[in-house]
Structures are given as C-alpha cells and as structure tokens.
C-alpha cells in the first residue's frame, strides 16, 4: 500500500516552486558581492560557461531522475536512486541529498531571520543604533559579535524572528506540496519580482545623490559591477572560476537534492526539459537583471568603492545597504522593503530545503506526515540553536557552509550527473527527459553532460580541495601546502572549538542519515512502494 500521492497542481505551480527555491539570497547578495569582487567581466565569463555546463545539464538530469523516481514512488534521492539503480549501495549515495539540503536549511533559516529582523527594525529606524553605527547593530543582532549574545528575545534581537520563521517554515511545509509550497510560491514569486522592480527603479533614478562627489553617480555605479576590466588576467585566477561554478550551484538550487524531489511529485508525463529551462531563465532574470543591478550600484553611489571591497556578502547586504538607504529619501521605507524582498526570496527558499527531508523520513521510516514534519523540526532547531549560539564570527555558520555547502554539494552533483550519464546512460536518459517534453534538448548536451560536465565538476573540485583545503599556492616549480583558514580550525596549533564541534555535528548527522537509509533500504526491499500508472 503507497501513501496517498502529493502532486503539483499545475505545470506553472512547479515552475514557480522551483524558480523560488532558485532564488534566494543567493541573487541579491551572493552574486552581486561575488560579481563585483572579482571583477564584473572575467567573473561573468566564467559564471556564464558554469551555467552552461554545469547548471543547465544538471538541472535537466535532475528534473528527469527527480520524475522517474516518483513514478517508482520515491520521492527522496536515496529512494530513487534505489529505484533507479537496484543495487543494494546505491541508496547510500543518496545520502548527501537529505544531508545536505537538512543542514543548509539550519543556517539559511538563520539568516532568514535576519531579513525578517532587519525588515521589521529598519522601518522603526532601530538599524542605527547610539548614531551612527550600523556594524554595532549587526554584530549584536546576528551575534557575530560574541557567542551567546544573539540569543535574546527583544525586537533588537534575532529571538523571535527565528522563532517566526521556524514556526512559519513548518507549517507551510506541513500543508505539503501544493497546499503548501506551491501556493506560497505562486504568491510570493510575483510579489518578489514587483519589490524588486519598486527597488531597481528607485537606484536607477538616484542620478548622482551627493553633488560634492559627481563620479558617485548610477553610470559608474553600473560599470564598477559590469565593466569588463583586465578579463585575461581575472580568468588567470582558479579562485574566480571556483566562485562561479560555486555560485551556480547555489543559485540555481542544483545538485542539492531539492529539485529532484520536487521533480518526483510531477505526473508521469509531465514536461521537463522546458520547465527545467523556464525555472532557470527566471533564476538568471532575478539574479543577473535584479540582484545585479541593486546591491552594488547603490552601494558604490553612496560610499564609493570603499562600500563595497571587502565587505563579503553579509557585509554588503546587512552593514553596507542600510547605511546607503538611510541617505536617501525615505530611507527606511526603502530599506524595510529591501529586507521584505530578501525575506521573501529566503522562505521560498528554505521551504525547498525542508521537503528532501519531510520525504525521506515519510518514505524511508514509514512515517507519517505529522511525524516527519515533527522530527525533521526537531533535528533542524538543534543545528540552528547551535549556529544562533556558536555565532562569534559566524564561525559554525561559515564551517558548516564550507563543508557541507560547498565541498559535499561538489559530491553530490558528481554522482547525480554520473548517475545520469554513466548508470542510466545517456541513450536511455535522453528518452526519459523527453518524455512529454515540449521542447529537445540540443543534441551538443550528451557528450556535455556525459563527459565535459563531470570532467568540469572535477576538475573544479580537486582545484577547490587544492586550494581551500590543502592551501596550495599553485606554483608547479615550488608548491607550497600550507593549512588554509578551514584546515587550521581543526587540525592546527591552535584549533577553533567551534569549527571542530560543527564538523562533529556534520559526522553525526550523516552518520545518523546512513542509518535511517540502512532502514529505509530494508522496508523498500520488503515493501516497495506503488508505481505510479499514468
Ligand atoms: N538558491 C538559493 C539562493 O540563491 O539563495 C539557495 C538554495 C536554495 C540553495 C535551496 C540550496 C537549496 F537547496
């Protein structure tokens, strides 16, 4: 006996769902601090040829695992890879696709909180506290500043802007998919897009807002972040390349396991080649014309370069941007409705986030909604009290980004690419994609996603474990190894308590997924759920 099946009401109801786990925080202040760090040209080109090679096939290879699983009846990735496969390993290689999404979903939330916060405190003009110092604000709001401090509850504090957006995440996600995600998504999609076009406008119409500082106007303020400045040299640099492939990744939600179980709840024949192509569209949209032209425009208008180098993403978004709103004309209307729109654009977000996981537990344990939802929650308030505690520096927040965000979701996005070219095949594959689709997939993308895509991955991979993990100065002549800042933490002289606790938590959680997989492969075996026959 299956469970009753959930589904996507419409084809425009996934699309949304989708393009709203796409965008997220990731468009308005991942990628334009990213963009405009390493120079708006080199980074685009590199950024561009990602989305070519590694966002767009995976996310094609995504769609069709995600629907061929769930006419199987599985809807998590170790399930279908169980399904897909039918050998008794290859549900632990889908382990990375609850882990991942589950832990992410514990920090994101945070910062989700913070939008909600900084929405609700910039329009009381609270962002500014004792004059003038906004970076005060942020380093006791967010606890960045010292553990422990962010765990309070007054408006000033995170407190019960996490505990809004949990209860909020929740019930959405308990209403399941398309009651829940789906419906949020089809409001909170136009919503987004028309606070961000209110927002775009009022930078583009700021003309030149200080007199004394004539070159501070919205033409240099676009070339600083598009000019294509020294390209050759800036694609010289293998740290531009890993920041690209790493922001396609995170933007377009691929190789995270999330789109494959949304792509699980479609009708057998459903279309995914084109949905896959429009969801993406609209993240490039959000992302290149929205986010692209906000952030860093504004903040170069009104402080200059010295607004913007060095400040890193949360830097840019919570520290710079309300300093910038507050010198313009209604200031903290504006400000306000910039954290609504990064608010919104977070929850369609982490609510993607939680259903890989809501599905592995209901399908994997054999429970019910009620109990996955609740167990989830647990597991996920636990990582977050953590990251909301240990927050000086933002150190777990950081550890468990690098580690699981970035190094595990290479992992993944390897397997799920290989699994598609290599186990299932491309000849077979191509026939699965196009089923119901309403548009082929040029034939140039089987030798991409069968040779280029997994050599690209690679390669970008072992350079980004080179780098990052074991601090190689890239010199062939005279390599140097030395530990980097994320090595260090947990093997150094002097290593950080934090980081090393936050790797144990991630061994743990993995360790307790394997275990959930061990006992969802014997129910599976035993009790396979019902195909689908549409
Ligand atoms: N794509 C989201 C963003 O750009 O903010 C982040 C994200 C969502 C990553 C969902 C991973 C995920 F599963």
Request: aromatic fraction near 14%.
């Amino acid at each position: 006996m299956s469970a009753p099946k959930e589904a996507w009401s419409s084809r425009l109801g996934v699309i949304l769902a989708v393009a709203g786990s796409a965008v997220g925080l990731g468009n308005f202040l991942r990628f334009p601090g990213l963009a405009a760090q390493y120079g708006g040209g080199a980074f685009m080109i590199a950024y561009f040829i990602s989305l070519l090679l590694i966002g767009i096939p995976i996310c094609w290879t995504e769609w069709t695992l995600g629907r061929y699983g769930g006419r199987q009846g599985y809807h998590s990735t170790s399930g279908i890879f169980h399904a897909l496969m039918k050998k008794p390993w290859a549900k632990y290689l889908g382990v990375i696709g609850f882990v991942v999404p589950v832990i992410i979903y514990m920090y994101y939330v945070y910062i989700e909180a913070w939008a909600l916060g900084y929405a609700v405190n910039a329009l009381v003009g609270n962002l500014s506290m004792e004059g003038k110092d906004y970076g005060a604000f942020f380093g006791k709001f967010t606890g960045a500043s010292s553990d422990g401090v962010a765990l309070r509850f007054g408006l000033r504090d995170v407190g019960i802007f996490v505990l809004i957006v949990y209860v909020l995440n929740f019930f959405f996600i308990y209403r399941g998919i398309s009651k829940g995600i789906e419906m949020v998504c089809k409001y909170a999609m136009p919503a987004l897009i028309f606070i961000a076009i209110i927002i775009l406008a009022r930078v583009m119409t700021l003309g030149t807002p200080d007199p004394m500082k004539p070159d501070q106007n919205v033409v240099n303020g676009l070339a600083y972040m598009w000019n294509p400045g020294d390209v050759a040299a800036g694609l010289k640099n293998p740290q531009l390349w890993l920041a690209a492939a790493g922001q396609i990744f995170f933007s377009l939600s691929v190789g995270f396991g999330v789109i494959i179980t949304y792509a699980s709840y479609l009708r057998g024949k459903d279309d995914v080649v084109l949905s896959g192509l429009t969801a993406t569209s609209a993240n490039e949209f959000c992302e290149v014309g929205l986010g692209g032209l906000i952030t860093v425009p504004a903040a170069f208008m009104f402080l200059g370069t010295a607004g913007i180098v060095g400040q890193g993403t949360f830097g840019l978004g919570f520290n710079v941007l309300p300093q910038v709103f507050a010198l313009m004309p209604a200031g903290h209307l504006f400000a306000s409705i910039f954290f609504v729109l990064l608010f919104i654009a977070a929850v369609t977000s982490s609510l993607s986030m939680l259903q890989p996981g809501i599905a592995f537990l209901e399908e994997g344990l054999g429970i019910e909604r009620k109990a996955s939802v609740a167990l989830l929650g647990l597991m996920t308030a636990f990582g977050t009290l953590f990251i909301w505690y240990f927050s000086k520096d933002l150190k777990a927040l950081d550890t468990l980004d690098f580690w699981v965000g970035t190094v595990m979701l290479f992992v993944q996005a390897t397997i799920l690419v290989i699994i598609f070219g290599w186990g299932l095949g491309i000849p077979r594959g191509w026939e699965i994609a196009h089923e119901g689709a309403e548009m082929r997939i040029p034939n140039i993308f089987k030798p991409i996603i069968k040779y280029i895509t997994p050599m690209y991955l690679i390669t970008i991979f072992v350079m980004f474990l080179l780098q990052n993990v074991f601090g190689w100065n890239y010199s062939l002549t005279d390599p140097i190894f030395e530990p980097t800042g994320y090595t260090k933490d947990l093997i150094g002289d002097e290593p950080n308590n934090v980081a090393r606790l936050s790797v144990g938590f991630i061994i743990i959680v993995t360790g307790f997924a394997l275990v959930f997989v061990n006992i969802a492969g014997k129910r599976w075996t035993k009790n396979p759920p019902v195909p689908l026959n549409d």
